[in-house]
């Protein structure tokens, strides 16, 4: 019995040992989770990216500017929409269909 319990006295320092004996130096990646508040961020309208103000994972507060579109294609359509030309065929087409609704109305 004594003989039996030696061997697993010496076995279980052999196994606690091993460890220090294998290592090498190297530094060994850590292991393990991390807990994150994940927060995914987009906007309404697609559109392409100009410009990125932060790096990923730089805190940011409130009313920072994350990002910038291109708005080129919204300017052009604003412009367009406001231009008198524009304007003047929306009223045509305005007239346009009341006067065939007093028509079709019995």
């Known amino acids: 019995m004594r003989k039996i319990l030696f061997l697993a006295v010496v076995l279980l320092l052999v ?7 294998l290592a090498d130096g190297k530094p060994r990646p850590y292991q393990g989770w991390v ?16 410009e990125l ?3 990923e994972g730089q ?4 009313d920072t500017p994350l990002f910038r579109l291109d708005d080129r294609t919204e300017a052009a359509a604003v412009d367009s929409a406001a231009s008198p030309s524009a304007i003047s065929g929306a009223m045509k ?3 346009i269909a009341s006067a065939r609704g007093r ?4």
């Open 103 to 106: 028509r079709t109305r019995p």
């Open 59 to 62: 805190a940011v507060t409130i």
């Open 35 to 50: 807990e994150a508040d994940t927060l995914f961020i987009g906007t309404e309208n697609g559109g392409r990216l100009t």
């Open 15 to 21: 196994l606690c040992a091993l460890p220090f004996l």
């Open 53 to 55: 103000a932060v790096a």
């Open 93 to 95: 087409e305005i007239a």
